[in-house]
């Protein structure tokens, strides 16, 4: 059986969701530290979200046609958690309330922001021709 090949747009959007993958639940525990008692859900869904695009990226590894569906619906759950960040960030901001971790709060909404056009970029680019 010949395996098939993936596309560098396709493999760049693999590293990435490893990227965020790993990197999301890693820096939002380090953010909310001090604060996770107060709200343990809060910190719950980066892990989801990482977990999500964790296996979608090694879905993706194994079996290209297969795998995609996994790392599209990745994809899929990070925009729609980062689209309602965005909209608490936003609340905070313009409530002039200071972030958890001490970091602007105009600075995390920034972050959060640059996820979302990531996040949104590869859920809608043609990368995914098979699904």
Same mark, same amino acid.
């Given at each position: 059986?010949?395996?098939?090949?993936?596309g560098?747009?396709?493999g760049?959007?693999?590293?990435l969701?490893i990227?965020?993958g790993?990197?999301?639940?890693l820096?939002?525990t380090?953010?909310?530290w001090?604060?996770w008692?107060e709200?343990?859900?809060?910190?719950?869904d980066?892990?989801?979200?990482?977990?999500l695009?964790l296996?979608g990226?090694r879905?993706?590894?194994?079996?290209v046609?297969?795998?995609?569906?996994? !790392? #599209? %619906?990745?994809w899929?759950?990070?925009?729609g958690?980062? /689209?309602?960040s965005?909209? @608490?960030?936003?609340?905070?901001v313009?409530?002039?309330?200071?972030d958890?971790?001490?970091?602007p709060?105009e !600075? #995390? %909404?920034?972050i959060?922001?640059s996820?979302?056009?990531? /996040?949104?970029h590869?859920? @809608?680019?043609?990368s995914?021709?098979?699904?």
């Amino acid at each position: 059986m010949r395996k098939e090949k993936m596309g560098w747009t396709l493999g760049l959007s693999r590293t990435l969701a490893i990227l965020l993958g790993i990197t999301a639940p890693l820096l939002d525990t380090y953010r909310r530290w001090n604060t996770w008692q107060e709200d343990p859900l809060s910190i719950l869904d980066d892990y989801i979200l990482g977990g999500l695009l964790l296996y979608g990226a090694r879905r993706v590894s194994k079996d290209v046609s297969a795998g995609q569906k996994f !790392l #599209v %619906a990745g994809w899929g759950f990070a925009l729609g958690l980062v /689209c309602a960040s965005v909209d @608490f960030q936003l609340q905070q901001v313009r409530a002039g309330a200071s972030d958890p971790a001490g970091i602007p709060s105009e !600075l #995390v %909404a920034a972050i959060k922001i640059s996820r979302t056009i990531a /996040c949104s970029h590869w859920l @809608f680019d043609k990368s995914y021709p098979n699904f």
